[in-house]
């Protein structure tokens, strides 16, 4: 039993899964609200809820809400984990994240070329191609971080067991 | 954002790496005589390239003379096929559909609807349902009876080069007989089939109800050899084909003027329309100017309770209380409210909704968030010294004052001005004031309004101040030195002047934006214009135009943006401010005042319609579709708030959409599906209106039934949407192959699925057999071309064309019309309000059709040529254009002088009547053969070859080979 730089790694990792996990499915929330909000407005009482409610920027608000709040903290977190696990030398799981971190990375440049930090444009985002990637996106991530949050869970106790 | 590259369901836009091909003019003659499937209707089909001494083979086909003969009903036409049989093939013969063409005098209300009130006789409805016909079947039957000219399809190519072998071969003689067989618009050609002369072999098919593939197809599906048959277009224009649905329900279908669908046989499932290869969508003009609108004032709306639909001329009713709707299929109960009741009357079949498919509801209280807006104009007049130098602001200024009354609004209708250079300016308009008081804010960092109250008015109390300022404006800034130009804060200002009511601003601007935020390079390299790599800087350069766009668009603020200016002004980045809000682009590439008189007239012209045509503030609109269709992607200028709902801060009468649909759920239960547009907007009176239309089309589960609906403008139209998307998330060269590949795709599956018959040589339907020339003539867009130098912005602008303007005009924009005009008669010629209109012949856009000793009017859409050939016949030189000979005509003419001659009264009478047909006016510019704007004429000539593109036979050759691999 010795807690060294590894596990010390892995504890925390756990506890940033989790975190990633929470963003994940926050966005998965997000884009469900996006694609089915509008298509059932069905509200018996009032007739005209569909015209009343004021969803004037709705897409504008969820599209800068997930790319500032959401995407940039998590892939930064991403990469972080990256980094520390090549710190602690545990090569193998660095190799499961290094095509998830090439990925973000290929994500982060290929933005909307318009110099903005908006990840999800809000002018494309209702065009049903990039809504359905975007949602499949997310349930894919959402699997792999759920994945990885018990690989690190079963590496940390293997860490501190073996030594 | 990066693009996903899985295919999606409607987008048949693929990207496929073109295949490397052979572009060799292949020698090989035509492969066999034409296909003998259609041998029974037409013995008189000329055939095509390379039969240069061949005369007309026998008589004309009786597929044209067919037509005269009138109300003769087809011998094995059953009386039970005007009932909706589910089992049926829809598009098996249709039931009578025009007894007789009727008479020449009922042309005036052809394009119009019939008022309501009338809409209950029979024959009025019926005669609406064929609106978009009945004018052209007329038309033809007129020119069918009418001789051609002898010198009609006089080959000419002597002088000009690089024809292909079987274009020069062409002669006269089989031109001729060729235009009047295939004369035929498409849904008169289903009347004439039935009408045909039947063997007794077809005919006892056809009554044995045997499948159409085995009788004679209908004329739409008719298999055409491309590369045989020459003369493909109509003459008069391309008509959308009808729907085949029971004659009471495509009575009460939607105007294909308004809304139509690409494939007017809906596929039952996703992999059937996945299979046809064609695009799935709809083309929309909701807010077209109409001169017949029935209008509902309602204090309820009927609706359905689940899905929100708009009662239909399509709903069921079950019984005199309950009406099931044709989207959501739920069944709604009429009892609603007192009100409802009364409007109900008892006889909800009675009801305006249920009897038009456009109509118009002037809505309660419900439908408004906030009390209706006043109409809000602002102007926001660029005026640096480069602006001043153009002299645009007299043409404005002017144009302005004489049309502000003509400004649409009530007493509420308000005003405002700012003009820029590296400061902004405001003017103060306060009743009261002795005349404007000018506030310049020279904090362009941070910019503030400095008197909100004053600066935007009410234009009937301050008419005077209004007035003055519009005087005085243009002298202002004569001696301006200040050359940079703050566009950015000036929007900025714009924005925050009318966030608190929403309006609509017009920025009038002449140069690259230099100074505060917004500010743009230069970007593009002349030397590049010509390249045949791909184009870059089709993408906008900051993201400030859109952000403050989407602002805009939440604050129901929509931007015109009016570009003069003969440098590079970064439109792509510019046009952003107007893509998102609902606004639109206008664009006069080198404007001045004294060396460019054509575009200070086109901008007087455009000002007076843009000023005085109707506007709608703060609307949305949303397109219902039935239950297992789904929207894909919205193509126009709108910012999309939720997957079906555009938000429009303004709508105007002369924007469209496109929507491409994509089909989620099989839609094997049902016969019909419908499609809703509902749009909610405030008039400039401060009523709050929904216009509502729906569209109802069958639905079909065969191949050959999908194709034989299909709409060949409507899916150019889409295409070019598409490819416009294309070509600014991917690539130029991305968007040019997959015009190419949605050609050959359509065609391979035609081949493959919709043909019965195998045929040589490229094969396609009578309703496809434009699709190569309208793909080759997008190619050759301005838009798309590649290899022509083509400045940068003006290839913006042709994008920004291509996506938000209203089919009919995009149409003539990809493939201008082309009329011969020295030798006009008033045979075939139609009447409007005591005006006769003669009707030349649509020639192909070839130089092969010019000639020398003729005079061709070149119909692009927003301009008009005149090219006057050298040889041209004096007669027509002194008594048309009013100038004793060949070089004595001004090398820039725009005007026809007014002669009284027969000749100059039939050719001004042709050219109003097509300006007529456009709300923006074109201008005419008369050229020489050695005009500077030649130019500008020949490269319409899309079915030539040039030294960067292929010619169309050459495209042809191409489709084949890729074809029939």
């Avoid at chain 1, 929470?22 to 998965?28: A, D, S």
């Avoid at chain 1, 696990?85 to 090569?91: N, R, S, V």
């Avoid at chain 2, 004309?60 to 909706?84: D, H, I, K, M, R």
């Avoid at chain 2, 130029?732 to 997959?738: K, P, T």
């Amino acid at each position: 039993m010795a807690f060294t730089f590894a596990a010390f790694c892995y504890m925390l990792s756990l506890v940033l899964c989790a975190a990633l996990i929470f963003f994940v499915i926050w966005q998965v929330i997000a884009f469900d609200e996006l694609r089915t909000d509008f298509k059932n407005p069905i509200d018996q009482g009032n007739p005209t809820r569909a015209v009343r409610r004021d969803r004037a920027s709705l897409c504008v608000r969820v599209c800068m809400r997930i790319s500032v709040c959401l995407v940039v903290p998590e892939y930064s977190i991403h990469g972080l984990f990256c980094l520390m696990f090549m710190c602690a030398l545990e090569w193998v799981t660095l190799g499961l994240n290094i095509p998830l971190l090439f990925y973000h990375l290929w994500r982060y440049f290929h933005r909307p070329a318009d110099g903005s930090e908006v990840m999800y444009d809000p002018v494309s985002m209702m065009d049903a191609d990039i809504l359905n990637y975007c949602q499949k996106e997310s349930w894919c991530k959402l699997g792999f971080y759920l994945l990885s949050f018990f690989y690190y869970l079963y590496s940390m106790v293997y860490t501190l067991v073996s030594y | 954002m990066s693009q996903p590259s899985v295919g999606s369901p409607a987008n048949h836009v693929t990207s496929a790496p073109s295949q490397p091909s052979r572009y060799g003019i292949q020698n090989s003659p035509p492969q066999g005589p034409p296909a003998p499937l259609n041998s029974s209707v037409q013995p008189g089909q000329p055939s095509g390239y390379g039969i240069q001494n061949s005369p007309p083979q026998g008589p004309p086909a009786p597929l044209n003379s067919s037509v005269q003969p009138g109300p003769t009903p087809p011998p094995f036409n059953p009386p039970s096929s005007q009932t909706y049989q589910p089992g049926r093939q829809p598009f098996g013969p249709p039931p009578p559909l025009r007894p007789a063409a009727p008479p020449t005098g009922q042309l005036n209300n052809a394009a119009t609807p019939p008022p309501p009130a009338a809409a209950k006789q029979e024959v009025p409805g019926a005669e609406r349902a064929h609106i978009h016909n009945s004018f052209d079947a007329l038309e033809s039957g007129g020119r069918n009876a009418a001789q051609h000219p002898p010198q009609m399809g006089r080959a000419v190519g002597l002088s000009y080069p690089s024809l292909p072998p079987g274009y020069q071969n062409m002669a006269a003689p089989p031109s001729a007989p060729g235009m009047q067989t295939r004369s035929q618009p498409y849904p008169a050609g289903a009347q004439s089939f039935q009408q045909a002369p039947l063997g007794p072999a077809q005919l006892g098919s056809a009554l044995g109800g045997m499948s159409l593939h085995q009788s004679q197809p209908p004329e739409a599906l008719r298999a055409i050899n491309l590369l045989q048959e020459r003369n493909l277009l109509p003459q008069g224009p391309v008509t959308p084909p009808v729907p085949c649905l029971p004659q009471d329900l495509q009575r009460l279908n939607c105007s294909p003027e308004v809304f139509r669908c690409t494939l007017t046989n809906i596929p039952q499932t996703q992999s059937l329309l996945n299979k046809a290869k064609l695009p799935l969508g709809l083309l929309l003009h909701p807010f077209r100017d109409m001169s017949q609108l029935p209008v509902v004032t309602s204090s309820t709306i009927v609706r359905c309770r689940s899905c929100r639909t708009y009662i239909n001329p399509f709903v069921t009713f079950l019984d005199q209380r309950r009406w099931k709707c044709n989207l959501c299929y739920r069944v709604n109960e009429g009892r609603a409210s007192a009100s409802q009741l009364v409007h109900y009357d008892g006889e909800p079949h009675k009801r305006p909704e249920v009897k038009n498919p456009t109509i118009e509801f002037i809505a309660p209280s419900e439908y408004m968030l906030r009390p209706p807006q006043p109409a809000v104009y602002l102007f926001v007049l660029d005026v640096s010294h480069n602006a001043v130098e153009t002299g645009y602001l007299d043409t404005v200024c002017q144009s302005l004052l004489d049309s502000l009354s003509l400004l649409p609004g009530d007493t509420r209708t308000k005003i405002g001005f700012i003009t820029f250079d590296s400061t902004v300016h405001f003017y103060n308009l306060q009743e009261g004031l002795s005349q404007p008081q000018m506030l310049v804010v020279s904090d362009i960092e941070d910019i503030f309004i400095p008197t909100p109250d004053s600066l935007l008015v009410n234009l009937s109390e301050c008419k005077e101040l209004v007035q003055d300022l519009l005087k005085g404006l243009p002298q202002m800034f004569t001696r301006t030195l200040e050359t940079q130009c703050a566009l950015g804060p000036a929007l900025q200002a714009a924005f925050k002047l009318l966030s608190p009511t929403g309006g609509r601003v017009s920025v009038f601007q002449t140069q690259l934006p230099s100074v505060g935020v917004g500010a743009l390079k230069s970007r593009e390299d002349p030397n590049q214009r010509a390249s045949a790599k791909d184009i870059p800087h089709l993408t906008p350069a900051t993201d400030f135009y859109k952000k403050l766009a989407l602002d805009c668009s939440g604050q129901q603020i929509a931007v015109d943006l009016f570009l003069l200016s003969g440098q590079y002004c970064d439109l792509a980045s510019l046009a952003c401010i107007s893509k998102y809000s609902a606004g639109g682009v206008h664009y006069y590439p080198s404007y001045h005042h004294l060396h460019n008189p054509a575009q200070v007239e086109q901008l007087q012209r455009d000002l007076k319609r843009y000023i005085s045509r109707k506007i709608g503030f703060e609307s949305v609109m949303r397109v219902r579709c039935t239950k297992g269709l789904s929207i894909h992607t919205f193509h126009g200028n709108f910012f999309v708030r939720s997957t079906d709902l555009l938000s429009l801060p303004n709508i105007n009468p002369d924007s469209g959409f496109a929507v491409q649909m994509s089909i989620e759920e099989n839609l094997v239960d049902m016969q019909v599906v419908s499609f809703q547009a509902a749009l909610l907007y405030t008039s400039s009176k401060g009523e709050r209106r929904i216009r509502v239309h729906t569209l109802c089309l069958p639905v079909v589960n065969s191949m050959a039934d999908i194709f034989a609906g299909a709409d060949v403008q409507a899916i150019t139209g889409l295409l070019a949407s598409m490819a416009v998307d294309r070509s600014v998330t991917a690539s130029l060269s991305d968007a040019r192959d997959a015009l190419v590949n949605a050609a050959i795709d359509s065609l391979r599956a035609y081949r493959s699925g919709g043909l019965s018959v195998q045929q040589p040589g490229l094969v396609a339907p009578a309703c496809l057999r434009l699709l190569p020339l309208y793909v080759v003539a997008l190619l050759k867009q301005k838009a798309f071309r590649t290899g022509t130098s083509t400045r940068l912005d003006e290839r913006v602008f042709a994008m920004c064309q291509l996506k938000y303007q209203p089919l009919a005009y995009m149409m003539l924009m990809i493939h201008p019309a082309l009329y011969r005009v020295d030798n006009l008669t008033d045979e075939g010629a139609i009447s409007i309000a005591d005006r006769t209109i003669p009707q030349p012949a649509i020639l192909q856009l070839s130089v092969e059709k010019l000639s020398r000793d003729g005079s061709f009017l070149m119909d692009s859409g927003s301009v008009l040529y005149l090219w006057v050939g050298r040889n041209c016949a004096p007669n027509f030189i002194t008594q048309v254009l009013g100038v004793p000979n060949y070089t004595a005509i001004p090398q820039t003419m725009t005007q026809l002088p007014e002669l009284d001659t027969a000749e100059s009264t039939r050719t001004r009478a042709f050219i109003s009547w097509l300006r007529e047909q456009r709300p923006f006016y074109p201008i005419l510019h008369v050229i020489r053969e050695e005009s500077p704007l030649k130019a500008s004429f020949m490269q319409h000539m899309v079915e030539d070859r040039t030294e960067s593109a292929l010619s169309y036979y050459e495209f042809l050759l191409h489709l084949q080979q890729q074809v029939n691999k």
